[in-house]
């Protein structure tokens, strides 16, 4: 959760590892930017602020429109469409049994499969990185998600119209509404509230 401290001891006795591998991953945390290294305190789970939050989605939006973009220009290549099609089947079953927290995988499943029909690593490394604070942020949500749920599936499907009619200007831009409308959806959760 963000601003969770995280104890080495209880990890280590959790995870069953020594302290050197757990630091290392810290070092690695705090190199994606997603835990603070606080001297004589430990890790500390960042809490992104509302500004960290647009530039996030202001690269998203380039890097992912983009990927919409090619993955329209891709979509009958090899085994692209019938992999796209799976992904985007898995995620319809949320119109009628809506549970955020299998949303949420399911939702970066279908971002996932959108980049990976690039065929582009480095584009994939990259919007990784993007995806993996925000990620991480809507993992923790449990309240007040049906709409989100509901209002994401629909943007996911004019993405996917725009991609499967292999129109790359209506995927991409459907992409960057569907960020956006994200962006402002996440800048709402309960994760981002500071306590008062």
């Not at 006795?13 to 050197?20: A, C, D, F, T, Y």
């Not at 919409?68 to 079953?93: H, Q, Y």
């Not at 971002?111 to 990259?126: A, F, Y």
Request: charged share 30%; aromatic share 6%; proline share 5%.
């Amino acid at each position: 959760m963000p601003g969770q401290r995280l104890i080495s001891r209880d990890l280590v006795e959790e995870l069953g590892i020594s302290r050197g591998p757990l630091r290392e991953a810290f070092r690695r945390l705090a190199a994606e930017g997603l835990v603070d290294l606080i001297p004589n305190r430990g890790a500390v789970v960042r809490r992104l602020s509302v500004d960290e939050i647009a530039h996030i989605y202001q690269i998203r939006e380039a890097l992912e429109g983009f990927a919409a973009r090619r993955a329209a220009e891709l979509i009958d290549e090899g085994d692209n469409r019938a992999r796209f099609t799976e992904v985007l089947e898995r995620g319809r079953r949320h119109f009628t049994q809506p549970d955020f927290q299998a949303f949420v995988v399911d939702n970066r499943q279908f971002h996932r499969i959108i980049v990976d029909m690039c065929g582009n690593p480095q584009l994939s490394e990259l919007i990784d990185k993007y995806q993996l604070p925000v990620f991480m942020i809507q993992l923790r949500q449990r309240i007040g998600v049906d709409e989100i749920v509901r209002n994401s599936l629909a943007e996911h499907e004019a993405i996917a119209s725009g991609i499967l009619a292999g129109d790359p200007d209506a995927a991409a831009a459907a992409m960057r509404r569907h960020l956006w409308h994200s962006a402002d959806e996440l800048v709402k959760l309960p994760a981002l509230k500071r306590p008062e």
